[in-house]
């Protein structure tokens, strides 16, 4: 082993900008490889003094127990709003919130599509795993039709609990978006596109052109009752087709 | 140099943000107190003082936006009239678990529900009992006049600096809407960030630096334990609260037979009642708590235990009252009087409320 583990041997390293916290996260979840993702970048753009996290209320309600950066932590849905008054009154510095499905599309929908159609000139991160993992699996917004889920034993039929939100969409209409993309993190090759993203995202920030959003298809095995291979397996058949991935808007 | 204008309350509010250096506000409409956002908009405070003010899409995204202010260390506030703090309840609570500063002023109007634009002081259970889930206080001002609207929106970012805790500035639509004279203070500077880092400490979140670890401004913490700890820490706070921070104000009781407790409009409207009590041979006087919370509970007790009785004259259904009894403790007797709905008691009325209750006897 010793022999191994070299210097040069090294081709993936724990970013300084993690914490040395165990992970909550169950295995197989992409919150924590996002985090990493985000930490990785802050590192290397060198923005760790000046990069304010707003957390969301879900999974990732502790996202600031991992990334070593100011936080805040917001009500359920209301970080748009938390990350419209803190990149305002300290416009010089990068500002981004973090946001699940409930969070961002259900609960949050009006913050997250005014702060948007203000063109706030934030990142807005949406972990798009289909359902409500912190409370146990209940449906979402963007739980597919014919998805089980604890409050659609079922499956979800859209006559009784409504359409699947495709809210991305939706905010790429808006003008004050420059950049709205749906990438994932199952593979990675997905994972270095994701990180491309929201690289970008943060750059778009720094050249003050408005709100950049990027939506990571996600899994979620422990509510999805799967196991993390299958989840991954089962998003790409059932999740892509719905919420295919690429660019909607690059301003 | 003194400045003597008239105003209504409203503008006063917004006059008074500007100068004593408030770096944001955020608001949505609701009638009686749009004047507040209006006048700021039309000063344009962002290109004299770098002030931000920005109309949200509702009072929850306000309120919120106060919070993420708040969190940065921030002089920021809000307004609204009662539906919309009903809405901001739920920002107030996590502001109060998060330990952040911050002014908000209610521009009371009648309720329940929609209700009426008209004012009315139905919200001080809602104000100065919490209103949102958990154990936590609101500090609490009662302006009763125009100069007081200005004066107190300084003395509120004060408090809630000095505590870390959101102010309240419990008004009413009389006193929004009143055009008086009033006398504004000199433009001050608004605070740089190493000024609030000087007086308030480094807990904002204005991004980690090498020399120290990073700040997060939360309210959520699942073990219960700590939690009660927490919760603890809280209640000492308010008991300092309690102890240091008690104002009120006394007129005509020195030689009274009965007492009036009555704040902000009520008070006014009270002030005329005790003239015309007084010349009927009735000696009455008032006691004004200007804090609802911290109640002026012990000077209330020092002149119930001097007089036959006490009367609480709020526009509620009887709310302060609750407070006013458990300060004297049936020491004395305690009634109440109030109109509902908007409508504004007259000083007759309150003599009247004072005759039958306690002279015709
Ligand atoms: C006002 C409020 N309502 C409900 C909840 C309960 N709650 C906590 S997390 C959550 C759902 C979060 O789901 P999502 O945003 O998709 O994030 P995930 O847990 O899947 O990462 C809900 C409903 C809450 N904390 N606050």
């Given at each position: 082993m010793k022999e191994i583990i070299k210097e040069e041997n090294i081709v993936y390293k724990k970013s300084v900008v993690l914490t040395d916290k165990d992970t909550h996260y169950c295995p197989g979840c992409t919150h924590g490889v996002v985090h990493r993702?985000?930490?990785?970048?802050?590192?290397?753009?060198?923005?760790?003094?000046?990069?304010?996290?707003?957390?969301?209320?879900?999974?990732?309600?502790?996202?600031?127990?991992?990334?070593?950066?100011?936080?805040?932590?917001?009500?359920?849905?209301?970080?748009?709003?938390?990350?419209?008054?803190?990149?305002?009154?300290?416009?010089?510095?990068?500002?981004?919130?973090?946001?699940?499905?409930?969070?961002?599309?259900?609960?949050?929908?009006a913050e997250t599509i005014h702060a948007c159609n203000r063109g706030e000139n934030i990142v807005m991160i949406f972990i798009n795993n289909g359902i409500y993992g912190m409370t146990g699996g209940q449906m979402a917004p963007t739980t597919l039709e014919g998805m089980k889920a604890s409050t659609c034993p079922m499956g979800r039929e859209a006559n009784h609990d409504g359409h699947p939100l495709k809210i991305t969409e939706l905010i790429a209409q808006l003008p004050g978006t420059c950049y709205v993309t749906r990438q994932a993190a199952h593979t990675p090759a997905a994972v270095?596109?994701?990180?491309?993203?929201?690289?970008?995202?943060?750059?778009?920030?720094?050249?003050?052109?408005?709100?950049?959003f990027v939506e990571v298809v996600s899994t979620c095995n422990s509510g999805w009752k799967m196991t993390p291979a299958k989840a991954n397996d089962w998003m790409v058949e059932n999740m892509f087709p719905f919420y295919p991935l690429g660019d909607m808007k690059d301003e | 140099m003194k400045e003597v204008k008239l105003m209504k309350g409203n503008e006063a509010i917004a006059h008074a943000a500007i100068r004593c250096g408030t770096?944001?506000?955020?608001?949505?409409?609701?009638?009686?107190?749009?004047?507040?956002?209006?006048?700021?908009?039309?000063?344009?405070?962002w290109?004299?003082?770098?002030?931000?003010?920005?109309?949200?899409?509702?009072?929850?995204?306000?309120?919120?936006?106060?919070?993420?202010?708040?969190?940065?260390?921030?002089?920021?506030?809000?307004?609204?009239?009662?539906?919309?703090?009903?809405?901001?309840?739920?920002?107030?609570?996590?502001?109060?678990?998060a330990e952040l500063p911050c002014v908000v002023v209610n521009v009371v109007r009648g309720g329940p529900g929609l209700g009426t634009?008209?004012?009315?002081?139905?919200?001080?259970?809602?104000?100065?009992?919490?209103?949102?889930?958990?154990?936590?206080?609101?500090?609490?001002?009662?302006?009763?006049?125009?100069?007081?609207?200005?004066?107190?929106?300084?003395?509120?970012?004060?408090?809630?600096?000095?505590?870390?805790?959101?102010?309240?500035?419990?008004?009413?639509?009389?006193?929004?809407?009143?055009m008086e004279k009033v006398e504004l203070k000199p433009q001050k500077p608004r605070m740089t960030e190493e000024e609030l880092i000087e007086k308030y400490g480094d807990w904002a979140t204005t991004g980690k630096t090498k020399n120290r670890k990073r700040n997060i401004i939360t309210s959520v913490e699942l073990a219960s334990e700590e939690m009660e700890q927490f919760n603890n820490k809280l209640q000492a706070k308010y008991k300092k609260v309690e102890e240091n921070e008690v104002r009120y104000e006394t007129f005509m009781c020195d030689d009274a037979e009965y007492l009036i407790v009555a704040y902000g409009s009520s008070a006014r409207i009270c002030q005329k009642s005790i003239q015309l009590a007084r010349a009927k041979g009735i000696k009455v006087g008032l006691l004004r708590p200007i804090t609802l919370f911290p109640f002026p509970s012990k000077p209330i007790l020092e002149l119930a235990q001097r007089v036959k009785g006490v009367l609480s004259v709020e526009m509620s259904a009887g709310q302060m009252v609750e407070d006013v009894r458990l300060a004297i403790n049936g020491a004395v007797k305690v009634e109440h009087f109030g109109r509902l709905g908007g409508i504004i008691p007259s000083p007759g009325e309150v003599v009247t409320a004072l005759e039958s209750n306690f002279i015709g006897e």
């Amino acid at each position: 082993m010793k022999e191994i583990i070299k210097e040069e041997n090294i081709v993936y390293k724990k970013s300084v900008v993690l914490t040395d916290k165990d992970t909550h996260y169950c295995p197989g979840c992409t919150h924590g490889v996002v985090h990493r993702i985000i930490a990785e970048l802050i590192e290397e753009m060198g923005i760790q003094e000046t990069t304010i996290g707003i957390a969301p209320v879900g999974c990732s309600v502790f996202a600031y127990d991992y990334i070593d950066i100011d936080w805040q932590e917001a009500a359920h849905g209301r970080a748009p709003a938390l990350a419209t008054a803190v990149k305002r009154l300290m416009p010089e510095k990068n500002v981004f919130s973090y946001q699940g499905d409930g969070d961002l599309a259900a609960i949050g929908t009006a913050e997250t599509i005014h702060a948007c159609n203000r063109g706030e000139n934030i990142v807005m991160i949406f972990i798009n795993n289909g359902i409500y993992g912190m409370t146990g699996g209940q449906m979402a917004p963007t739980t597919l039709e014919g998805m089980k889920a604890s409050t659609c034993p079922m499956g979800r039929e859209a006559n009784h609990d409504g359409h699947p939100l495709k809210i991305t969409e939706l905010i790429a209409q808006l003008p004050g978006t420059c950049y709205v993309t749906r990438q994932a993190a199952h593979t990675p090759a997905a994972v270095r596109k994701t990180k491309k993203a929201i690289k970008k995202a943060f750059e778009n920030q720094m050249q003050n052109k408005g709100t950049s959003f990027v939506e990571v298809v996600s899994t979620c095995n422990s509510g999805w009752k799967m196991t993390p291979a299958k989840a991954n397996d089962w998003m790409v058949e059932n999740m892509f087709p719905f919420y295919p991935l690429g660019d909607m808007k690059d301003e | 140099m003194k400045e003597v204008k008239l105003m209504k309350g409203n503008e006063a509010i917004a006059h008074a943000a500007i100068r004593c250096g408030t770096d944001g506000y955020f608001g949505y409409p609701i009638t009686p107190q749009s004047e507040i956002m209006e006048t700021l908009m039309a000063e344009q405070p962002w290109n004299s003082t770098g002030m931000v003010v920005l109309q949200a899409e509702s009072e929850i995204a306000s309120i919120n936006m106060v919070y993420g202010g708040a969190g940065c260390g921030k002089r920021v506030m809000t307004s609204s009239s009662s539906p919309g703090v009903s809405l901001m309840q739920e920002g107030l609570t996590y502001m109060a678990g998060a330990e952040l500063p911050c002014v908000v002023v209610n521009v009371v109007r009648g309720g329940p529900g929609l209700g009426t634009i008209q004012p009315a002081q139905s919200d001080y259970f809602q104000t100065v009992k919490g209103g949102g889930h958990g154990d936590y206080k609101l500090i609490t001002l009662a302006p009763s006049s125009v100069q007081e609207m200005a004066d107190f929106v300084e003395d509120a970012f004060d408090l809630a600096f000095k505590y870390r805790n959101p102010v309240m500035i419990l008004s009413d639509g009389a006193i929004g809407q009143m055009m008086e004279k009033v006398e504004l203070k000199p433009q001050k500077p608004r605070m740089t960030e190493e000024e609030l880092i000087e007086k308030y400490g480094d807990w904002a979140t204005t991004g980690k630096t090498k020399n120290r670890k990073r700040n997060i401004i939360t309210s959520v913490e699942l073990a219960s334990e700590e939690m009660e700890q927490f919760n603890n820490k809280l209640q000492a706070k308010y008991k300092k609260v309690e102890e240091n921070e008690v104002r009120y104000e006394t007129f005509m009781c020195d030689d009274a037979e009965y007492l009036i407790v009555a704040y902000g409009s009520s008070a006014r409207i009270c002030q005329k009642s005790i003239q015309l009590a007084r010349a009927k041979g009735i000696k009455v006087g008032l006691l004004r708590p200007i804090t609802l919370f911290p109640f002026p509970s012990k000077p209330i007790l020092e002149l119930a235990q001097r007089v036959k009785g006490v009367l609480s004259v709020e526009m509620s259904a009887g709310q302060m009252v609750e407070d006013v009894r458990l300060a004297i403790n049936g020491a004395v007797k305690v009634e109440h009087f109030g109109r509902l709905g908007g409508i504004i008691p007259s000083p007759g009325e309150v003599v009247t409320a004072l005759e039958s209750n306690f002279i015709g006897e």
